[in-house]
Each structure stands twice: as structure tokens, then as C-alpha cells.
T-cell receptor, first 116, second 111 residues
Framework: GAVVSQHPSRVICKSGTSVKIECRSL??????MFWYRQFPKQSLMLMAT?????????EQGVEKDKFLINHASLTLSTLTVTSAHPEDSSFYIC????????????FGPGTRLTVL | EDQVTQSPEALRLQEGESSSLNCSYT??????LFWYRQDPGKGPEFLFT???AGEEKEKERLKATLTKKESFLHITAPKPEDSATYLC????????????FGTGTRLKVLA
């Protein structure tokens, strides 16, 4: 199956700092990438959908100025959590797909963010 | 309203005790139904994609089936390493290719 990586796998930061998370599709070109957030023992909550070369589409209730998404190439998308606060602590997971080639989303291993 | 419901919420099995997980859905059209396995602290791992009623897919001890209203993930003679949360997701036929996820079934297989 397709391989998606995320970096870093774990990050701890102080309140007020910004954190960037990278998501890479390693063996296919991902025209669409998705960013999710997952709380303990809950399912995945979609935050935004990004298409290569265009602005991300955010789900209702997700602050676009807080969670900046960039999808500059067919293999890389980044999520920047700006001015992070303790309530932003969570498990962030990206997925990649290439509609027209495969509808299946392939997920990265996730990034655990802890804001102190 | 589009909805995906998984049952049971949690399931404990003895090693070798076969069972089935259910994913029922109400969506306006179905582009695809997807099964994933998620281990604690990791991202979901892709298992199967099903597109039309009557379709079946198999992989080792797992078999996924699809009807017009639900999908089953059958686990035959499970082993402790099959313990995980199993997630079902559906995709609508048009638009953004987003998934609608179920809440998952937490499976524990005891040795």
C-alpha cells in the first residue's frame, strides 16, 4: 500500500509558540490531503481538506487562522498550529489520496502535540 | 443526514473465537466504504475498500462484505495481535471525497 509519513511524531512546546507538522506521501502523488484531529478514545475529526496548489477548505468550527495549511507540492502538505495553547494538545493525523487514481485515503502515523 | 454507525462499541473475544463487526450507514449515494485498523498512538492502517453491494474482500483472518445498508468485518479465529480499533468510513459520490467516519469498534482478543 501507499506510504505516508509525518514529522515530527511527537512535539512538546510552550504556550504561545507555533508548531509545524509535515505530511509527505512517499510513493505516490497526492492531489488531495486531509488533516484530522483525534481525541482519546474518539474517532477522527476532519479539520480541513487541501488540494495541491490551492487554498485549503476548512470544516465548520475550525479556525483557519489558527491552523494554517499549505499544500505546495504533490507530495508535501504542512499544518502549522499558530500561537498554540494547551487546548490545542491532541493527536494530529494527515492522510493522502489521489482521486481519479485511488479514492482510498492513506494515513500517516500521526503527531502527538503537547502544549504546556 | 448522512451517518455511519459501528457496533458493538467494544468487543472482547477469546483467541480463536470468530465474530463480526458491523458498520451501518445512511448516506445519499455511496462512492466507497473503507475499513481501517488503528493501533493505540498510531494512524489508521488501510484494510479494504468496497464499492458495490455484494462485494467481498479478504485478507488473512479478515473478510469484509457490503450490502446496500451495511458492511460487516468478519474475523475468523482471531489472535491477540488482531486487537485494535477497527474504523469504518464511507465516501459520497461527489464533491470533496471526504470520509464520514464511524466511531469505531475496540477489539480485544485474549490469549
Amino acid at each position: 500500500g501507499a506510504v505516508v509519513s509525518q514529522h515530527p511524531s511527537r512535539v512538546i512546546c510552550k504556550s504561545g509558540t507555533s508548531v509545524k507538522i509535515e505530511c509527505r506521501s512517499l510513493d505516490f502523488q497526492a492531489t488531495t490531503m486531509f488533516w484530522y484531529r483525534q481525541f482519546p478514545k474518539q474517532s477522527l475529526m476532519l479539520m480541513a481538506t487541501s488540494n495541491e496548489g490551492s487554498k485549503a477548505t476548512y470544516e465548520q468550527g475550525v479556525e483557519k487562522d489558527k491552523f494554517l495549511i499549505n499544500h505546495a507540492s504533490l507530495t508535501l502538505s504542512t499544518l502549522t498550529v499558530t500561537s498554540a495553547h494547551p487546548e490545542d494538545s491532541s493527536f494530529y493525523i494527515c492522510s493522502a489520496s489521489s482521486p481519479g487514481y485511488t479514492d482510498t485515503q492513506y494515513f500517516g502515523p500521526g503527531t502527538r502535540l503537547t502544549v504546556l | 443526514e448522512d451517518q455511519v454507525t459501528q457496533s458493538p462499541e467494544a468487543l472482547r473475544l477469546q483467541e480463536g473465537e470468530s465474530s463480526s463487526l458491523n458498520c451501518s450507514y445512511t448516506v445519499s449515494g455511496l462512492r466507497g466504504l473503507f475499513w481501517y485498523r488503528q493501533d493505540p498512538g498510531k494512524g489508521p492502517e488501510f484494510l479494504f475498500t468496497l464499492y458495490s453491494a455484494g462485494e467481498e474482500k479478504e485478507k488473512e483472518r479478515l473478510k469484509a462484505t457490503l450490502t446496500k445498508k451495511e458492511s460487516f468485518l468478519h474475523i475468523t479465529a482471531p489472535k491477540p495481535e488482531d486487537s485494535a480499533t477497527y474504523l469504518c468510513a464511507v465516501q459520497r459520490p461527489s464533491g470533496t471525497y471526504k470520509y464520514i467516519f464511524g466511531t469505531g469498534t475496540r477489539l480485544k482478543v485474549l490469549a
